[in-house]
């Protein structure tokens, strides 16, 4: 399974791929949203993970944009937002934008790897053998 992690944080970059590659994902990543939505572009990815704060686009933008060229070519991949914000308000923002769900930071992994297996079996349980 191919994960996009886009954050501008270097550390949380390292420490993100660093646990889905213990997990057995394939992991490349962006350092802000512009790069997260030219390499999804470019790419053929299972999920994203974005950080909503962000410079330049923010994970907001970065998602309504890939949003928006998914309704002209077609397709639907899931996008996690990653956000330190926990209120219900946040949640709902998140979804608003087009994310398929968010986790709150600090980011607990071993709900995060559940998280994404839940989404990506839902997406296509034959393939990752998910009922």
Avoid at 31 to 52: C, F, P, R, S, T
Avoid at 88 to 94: L, N, P, Q, V
Wanted: with cysteine; proline share 5%.
């Amino acid at each position: 399974m191919r994960i996009l992690v886009v954050d501008d944080d270097p550390i949380m970059r390292q420490v993100t791929t660093l646990m889905l590659q213990r997990a057995g994902f394939e992991i490349e990543v962006a350092k802000d949203g512009v790069a997260g939505v030219d390499m999804w572009e470019k790419g053929d990815y299972d999920l994203i993970l974005m950080d909503v704060q962000m410079p330049r686009v923010n994970g907001f933008e970065a998602t309504s944009a890939i949003r928006e060229k998914e309704r002209v070519r077609g397709g639907h991949v899931p996008i996690v937002g990653i956000t330190a914000f926990v209120l219900a308000k946040d949640e709902e923002k998140c979804l608003a934008a087009g994310m398929d769900a968010y986790i709150p930071k600090p980011v607990d992994f071993k709900k995060c790897i559940e998280m994404i297996h839940a989404i990506i079996g839902q997406r296509d349980p034959v393939k990752y053998g998910d009922s």
